[in-house]
C-alpha cells in the first residue's frame, strides 16, 4: 500500500468542515474565563509572527491540551473560531472510529504523518488527488495562513472502545520513541486535544510541556457561572418562567450543554401535558421531575468503579441506601413530633390566669384608649392609624369578641383598683 493510499485510507477516520459549512450562532456560546485565554492562543499561533519577542524565549509548536468535564460547548466555541478564521475544521469521526477501534488505534501515526507535515509536501498530495473545491481553498487561503483546525476530542467511551488503551499516551509516545518533530505549525495546522481523564495526564505530566504549548484547564460550571446561563436564558425566553434559586439547588456540578438540554426536555415535557400558552409556562415542577426520577441523565455522570460488581461495591451501594432511608425515616419523625407539639399549643391557648395578666397590663396602661378602640370594633366603625397602632400593641384582644373584651378589660381595671386601695395608693 502506498502512503497516499494509506493517509486516503485514514482520513476516513476524520470528518472535515469547511468553514462555509459552519453554522455556529456566538450567542449560543457560553463564554468563559478559559475561553479568553483560547482566543488569544490562537490568534498569537495564527499570526505567528516571528517578531514577536516571545519568539526569542518559545517557538510555538502549533498544539494545545485541554482538561475538561463532559457537557461543555468547547467544540462549538472551536467551530466558531474556525469559521471565523477560515480554517478547515476536522474532527473524530465517530461512527468509522467504532467499526474498527482496532485499526484507528493501531494506525494513528498515520495522523502524525499526514497533518503534521510540511505545507509543500501537503500541496503537492492535494494536487495528485485532484482535491475538490479548489476555487473555494484559494479564497480561504487569501485569508488567512493556516488552513485547518484538528480537534481531537478524547471522549471517555473511545477508552472503553480501545481495551483501556489511551490515545493520548499513544500519541505522546509516537514522539518519544521515534524522535520527531512536533511542528503543527509548519504544515498551517492547529492541534487542539480534549481530555477528560486527569489521572492520564498525571501519568505524563513530564511529557506534556515537552509536546503541547500550553495545557489549560476547564473548571467545572460553578453557582454564579450557573446563575448567569440561567438568567440569561429567562431573559431571552420571557415566556418561559422557572425558579432560578431552585434549579441551582438541583443542577451543582452540572455543565452548559445539560444545562440546555434539560430546559428543552423541562419545556417539551410542559407542552405534552398542558399546552404552552402565550403569557407564562412555569415549568419548575417539570424540571425538578425530570431530575429527580432520573428521566435525565447527565452527560457528568460520574465514573462508575471498575469494580462495581464486587461485593464490597455492592455493600457500600447497600449501606448507602440504608443510610438515606433510616435518615429520611428520622427526619418524618421529627417533623411528625414537631407537627404534634404545635398541634397541643393551639389546642391549649393562653391560659386564663396569662389572659387575666395580659388584660391587667392593658388596663393599667392604656385603659380608656382601648375602650375607645374596642367600642369601635363593636360598632363597626373605622379604626384610625393610632389607634391601629396601639392595638397591635395588645394584639390578644382581638380574640375575643369586642364585648367579652371590653367585659374582660373592665374586670382587669376593677382589679387593678383593688389592689392600689389595698395598698394605699
Do not use: C
Not at 317 to 327: F, G, P, Q
Amino acid at each position: 500500500m502506498t502512503e497516499l493510499e494509506s493517509n486516503k485510507k485514514f482520513l476516513r477516520f476524520f470528518r472535515k468542515f469547511l468553514p462555509s459549512e459552519i453554522h455556529i450562532d456566538k450567542n449560543n456560546i457560553f463564554y468563559r474565563d478559559k475561553y479568553n485565554e483560547i482566543i488569544n492562543y490562537m490568534k498569537l499561533v495564527i499570526a505567528n509572527s516571528q517578531d514577536l519577542e516571545l519568539y526569542q524565549y518559545v517557538k510555538p509548536k502549533g498544539a494545545i491540551l485541554i482538561h475538561l468535564n463532559p457537557g461543555t460547548d468547547v467544540v462549538d466555541f472551536f467551530k466558531l473560531i474556525s469559521s471565523n478564521y477560515y480554517l478547515e475544521f476536522f474532527e473524530l469521526n465517530n461512527n468509522e472510529i467504532l467499526k474498527t477501534p482496532e485499526e484507528f488505534f493501531n494506525t494513528f501515526d498515520a495522523f502524525i504523518d499526514y497533518f503534521n507535515k510540511p505545507e509543500q509536501e501537503m500541496l503537492v498530495e492535494k494536487q495528485s488527488r485532484n482535491v475538490k473545491e479548489k476555487s473555494s481553498k484559494k479564497t480561504d487561503e487569501n485569508k488567512s495562513n493556516f488552513k485547518r483546525l484538528i480537534l481531537i476530542d478524547q471522549k471517555p467511551r473511545l477508552r472503553k472502545l480501545f481495551k483501556k488503551r489511551s490515545l493520548l499516551n499513544n500519541f505522546i509516545n509516537l514522539f518519544q520513541t521515534e524522535n520527531r518533530a512536533m511542528d503543527f505549525i509548519n504544515s498551517n495546522s492547529i492541534l487542539i486535544w480534549l481530555n477528560y481523564n486527569y489521572k492520564e495526564l498525571v501519568e505524563n505530566a513530564e511529557n506534556i510541556s515537552e509536546i503541547f504549548d500550553l495545557f489549560i484547564k476547564i473548571p467545572m460550571l460553578n453557582k454564579i457561572e450557573r446563575e448567569t446561563f440561567l438568567k440569561d436564558f429567562s431573559e431571552k425566553n420571557p415566556k418561559i418562567v422557572f425558579d432560578i434559586n431552585e434549579v441551582l439547588n438541583y443542577t451543582e456540578n452540572w455543565e452548559v450543554n445539560d444545562l440546555k438540554q434539560v430546559l428543552k426536555m423541562g419545556i417539551f415535557r410542559h407542552f405534552l401535558n398542558s399546552d404552552l400558552n402565550d403569557i407564562s409556562n412555569e415549568i419548575t415542577d417539570t424540571l425538578i421531575n425530570l431530575i429527580e426520577s432520573g428521566e435525565f441523565v447527565l452527560s457528568n455522570t460520574p465514573n462508575i468503579p471498575e469494580m462495581e460488581n464486587s461485593i464490597e461495591f455492592k455493600q457500600d451501594l447497600y449501606n448507602n441506601k440504608r443510610k438515606t432511608a433510616e435518615k429520611i425515616e428520622n427526619q418524618k419523625a421529627s417533623m411528625e413530633k414537631i407537627d404534634d407539639y404545635i398541634g397541643q399549643i393551639r389546642e391549649e391557648g393562653i391560659s386564663e390566669f396569662m389572659l387575666n395578666q395580659l388584660y391587667e397590663n392593658a388596663a393599667s396602661k392604656n385603659y380608656s384608649e382601648l375602650l375607645i378602640i374596642i367600642d369601635k370594633l363593636n360598632k363597626k366603625e373605622p379604626l384610625e392609624d393610632h389607634d391601629r397602632k396601639l392595638l397591635a400593641k395588645y394584639p390578644f384582644i382581638l380574640n375575643d369578641s369586642p364585648n367579652m373584651a371590653q367585659i374582660n378589660l373592665e374586670k382587669a381595671k376593677k382589679r387593678i383598683d383593688l389592689i392600689k386601695r389595698a395598698f394605699g395608693k
